[in-house]
T-cell receptor, first 114, second 114 residues
Framework: GEDVEQSLFLSVREGDSSVINCTYTDSSSTYLYWYKQEPGAGLQLLTYIFSNMDMKQDQRLTVLLNKKDKHLSLRIADTQTGDSAIYFCAVPVGDTSNTGKLIFGQGTTLQVKP | GAVVSQHPSWVICKSGTSVKIECRSLDFQATTMFWYRQFPKKSLMLMATSNEGSKATYEQGVEKDKFLINHASLTLSTLTVTSAHPEDSSFYIC??????????FGSGTRLTVV
């Protein structure tokens, strides 16, 4: 089945850039997603990228996709203390019409030090 | 648009009792709903996929008789944890989607079985 892997922890200083990496195995995924989860809360969709794109930028967020290597990354520019949270990458599995089930990576805990 | 309401947000129940969690899509009709379970500091584990009017498809290792899923309408799915035990204590999150709209998550339910 689909396997989605992330590093578990990242610590940065406020104002630095954060880069969270993710690898996946199912190459038929059409969209790939990044979610943010704050303590005790549900999931917040941060951004997504279509599989035929290499890069997508949305304000402080940049998503890079290397489809050949099945590698996805999320860059947060000018990281703030409010960015401290767990970040999940998620990949749909099942079909290519964007209706499949969503499989999550283990989540990367981002710690931002003042 | 695309709001999913999940209730209750937290519940404490005694061992042996059953607990029902509701997931409603408020402003769209969800073709598919998903139920996830999240252990502390862990990833989201997909439990089951449910389509309106049909039986849920459970992931391997998830007990169908333990976690009853009903998807009676295009806007409501329920998860009932039957004969709950302390090991069922967890954070349960639902997700609803309509083709073309992506995945929308509820705010989660914290279940504690004492």
């Amino acid at each position: 089945g689909e396997d989605v892997e992330q590093s578990l922890f990242l610590s940065v200083r406020e104002g630095d850039s954060s880069v969270i990496n993710c690898t996946y195995t199912d190459s038929s995924s059409t969209y790939l997603y990044w979610y943010k989860q704050e303590p005790g809360a549900g999931l917040q969709l941060l951004t997504y990228i279509f599989s035929n794109m290499d890069m997508k930028q949305d304000q402080r967020l940049t998503v890079l996709l290397n489809k050949k290597d099945k590698h996805l990354s999320l860059r947060i520019a000018d990281t703030q203390t409010g960015d401290s949270a767990i970040y999940f990458c998620a990949v749909p599995v099942g079909d290519t019409s964007n209706t499949g089930k969503l499989i999550f990576g283990q989540g990367t805990t981002l710690q931002v030090k003042p | 648009g695309a709001v999913v309401s999940q209730h209750p947000s937290w519940v404490i129940c005694k061992s042996g009792t059953s607990v029902k969690i509701e997931c409603r899509s408020l402003d769209f009709q969800a073709t598919t709903m998903f139920w996830y379970r999240q252990f502390p500091k862990k990833s989201l584990m997909l439990m089951a996929t449910s389509n309106e009017g049909s039986k849920a498809t459970y992931e391997q290792g998830v007990e169908k008789d333990k976690f009853l899923i009903n998807h009676a309408s295009l806007t409501l799915s329920t998860l009932t944890v039957t004969s709950a035990h302390p090991e069922d204590s967890s954070f349960y999150i639902c997700s609803a989607r309509k083709q073309g709209l992506g995945y929308t998550f509820g705010s989660g339910t914290r279940l504690t079985v004492v």
